[in-house]
C-alpha cells in the first residue's frame, strides 16, 4: 500500500518537472530579442541628408532614405518566372541610402548612393556593378557619391545631370 502514494508522488513530481522544462524552453524559443538602432541613420548620411535637403528646394519633391532596391525597380514582366525570382532576390534584400521623388505621383526621379569604405571589397565591387546595370536598365539614374563627414553643396549638386537638375530645381 505505501508503493501508490510514493509512486502517485513521484509521478505528480515527475509531472510538475516536466512542465517546468517545457515552460522554461517555450519561453526562450518564444522571446523575441531585438534593440532599438540609435538611429535610422549614420552621421555620415544624416551629413549628406541635411545637405541634400538644402539643395533640393523645389517642394514637390520628396526624399525618402534606405529604400528597398525591390521598391524602386522589379525584374521585367516578360522574364520567364525561375528567372524572375533569381533576379527579384539579387535586389530584395539591397537597398540604396536615398531616392528622390516627384510627390505628385510618387515617381521615381534618381536614386543615390553613399560611397563608403565598405564599398572598397570585391563582393561589394560586384554589386556596385550589378546595382548600376539593374538601374540603368529600368532608365533610373543613379549617383554616387563618395561618403564623408562633412558635404559641400556645390560639390553634391555637381553630381547631378543636367535632366534631373531640372527637374529638381537645386538651390
Not at 550589378?130 to 539614374?141: G, H, L, P, T, W
Amino acid at each position: 500500500m505505501n508503493n501508490i502514494p510514493e509512486t502517485f508522488i513521484l509521478f505528480l513530481t515527475s509531472l510538475f518537472v516536466i512542465a517546468l522544462l517545457i515552460g522554461f524552453v517555450t519561453r526562450k524559443t518564444n522571446q523575441l530579442r531585438y534593440t532599438k538602432q540609435d538611429a535610422l541613420f549614420t552621421k555620415a548620411e544624416i551629413n549628406f541628408l541635411k545637405t541634400l535637403e538644402k539643395i533640393v528646394v523645389n517642394p514637390n519633391i520628396a526624399i525618402f532614405g534606405k529604400v528597398r532596391i525591390a521598391d524602386i525597380i522589379t525584374p521585367a514582366k516578360k522574364t520567364n518566372t525561375k528567372e524572375w525570382w533569381r533576379l527579384f532576390r539579387k535586389i530584395s534584400q539591397k537597398h540604396v541610402d536615398y531616392v528622390l521623388c516627384n510627390k505628385s505621383d510618387y515617381s521615381v526621379i534618381c536614386v543615390i548612393e553613399l560611397n563608403d569604405s565598405s564599398h572598397n571589397t570585391a563582393k561589394a565591387k560586384l554589386r556596385d556593378s550589378f546595382v548600376r546595370k539593374a538601374y540603368q536598365s529600368a532608365n533610373i539614374e543613379l549617383i554616387e557619391v563618395k561618403a564623408k563627414r562633412y558635404y559641400n553643396a556645390d560639390k553634391v549638386k555637381a553630381h547631378f545631370s543636367e535632366k534631373v537638375q531640372e527637374t529638381l530645381r537645386l538651390g
